[in-house]
């Protein structure tokens, strides 16, 4: 009995042992470093060639857009054609975007030419994300470390967004304002090849077949999806709304090398949060933890726009970064639940997507707000979309609770499934109440 109870509860250790594991998890983490860096590298470098936040953040916001549009699209042809096939075009197309992207910023071309520029830059952002969740997926099937790989991922996607923005902050602001899109380049490149080149960990190519309903089912038709995409959007506001305003306020008030410390703490609490997320065996249904996560990031972005000292707004943006992670990653938990094996590719990306493009819009309405009424007004923005994103998931909570008895808890183990299921049906009842 004790040895079944250690093996339901295995940890990232065990998981970390999975043999060939490590062949795709260092060059995905390279590859995945450029999806943090594009967006704030695209705003840095446009601001100071242009001198507005809102041209700025109107070039992310196509890159945004575009990558939301198609990054779904570029999931269901790795799972149909596999990964390499996708990925290797999309990643040469994708550095002669950002390097078209750099030159025609740097040559002050109009809005227009920099727009055109940004769709195709932004389609081509390499999915690495999805694409490692998919292979752990594929390498460990139905086995009780599949709950433990989801929160391992989720707390890799929390680094990224530690890592990448700091990074390009500083080359930026350091070096030369186009030296983050560089950078980010360049990592697209090495990490995009080298991930692509580990064929024997590639998940197995899925063909549509007429006789096999879930095969042909898109993570889009399921209502749960269009609720929790959602949700990230409302994430993403909050990634492209503190981007912006730290930015802004900090050369508002002369002192721009502080914004790479800013954000660092905000992304700094992301990361404690989500490690600490993941090594919590929860008891409480992933519908509920989602509700409440979501609640409290709502409650922690309504100070923000009225901090104007430096140390204090270190603070708030460490409370909002410690909310993040929560809601974050219950989110891809509860697609473990709710979507077929078959769709989780798209689901994954429709949510990354979802993320990429909150972030891009927020960027842009923050980038408005802080050219017309000050750097402080920007951080409306988040509080805004949290805020519809929480009205939406009160209102459709039922929509998240999954169907099946088998609950995915995104904890270091399987946490206690007959406790999660008996929350989530109390969650339907009164949902539906």
Known sequence: MASAVKDSRPGYGQLLRT???????????????????????????????TGSYGTAGAVSAATGVSMALFAPQGGKLADRFGQRAVLIPGVLVHVVGVSALITL????????????????????????GPMVRARWAAK????????????????????????????????????HPA??????????????LLFASQRRTQPPVH?????????????????????????FLGIGSVFGGMQVSLTALTEHIGQPGINGVLYGIFAGGNMLAGIACGAIAWKVGPSRRLLVAYGLLALATTPLWAVTAVPLLGALGLVVGLCIAPALITGYTLVESLVPATARTEAFTWLTGAVALGQAVAA????QLADR???????????AGTALALVVLLTLRAHLTPRSSKVVTGAAGAADTTADTAADERERELSHA
Not at 207 to 231: E, H, M, T, W
Not at 364 to 367: E, L, Q, V
Not at 373 to 383: A, E, H, K, N, Q
Request: charged share 10%; glycine share 10%.
């Open 179 to 192: 030296a983050g899109l560089i950078a980010e380049a360049a990592l697209s490149l090495a990490g995009g």
């Open 364 to 367: 842009t309405s923050a980038g």
């Open 207 to 231: 063909r549509d077949r007429s006789d096999d309903r879930a095969a042909r089912v898109s993570a889009l038709s399921l209502p749960g999806v269009r609720v929790l995409i959602v949700a």
């Open 140 to 175: 460990l099937g139905g086995s009780p470390l599949m709950p433990t790989a989801a929160a391992f991922e989720s707390v890799t996607d929390e680094f990224t967004f530690v890592v990448g923005p700091v990074l390009a902050t500083a080359l930026c602001t350091g070096i």
């Open 105 to 128: 910023a740097l040559a002050h071309a109009p809005l227009w030419a920099l727009l055109a520029v940004a769709v195709p830059t932004g389609a081509s952002t390499p999915q690495v």
């Open 373 to 383: 009424f000050g750097p402080s007004s920007g951080f409306l923005v988040p509080l």
């Open 19 to 49: 043999p060939g594991a490590w062949t795709f998890l260092l060059p995905g983490f390279l590859a995945r470093q450029p999806f943090a860096m594009l967006t704030i590298g695209i705003v840095l470098l446009v601001q100071s060639t």
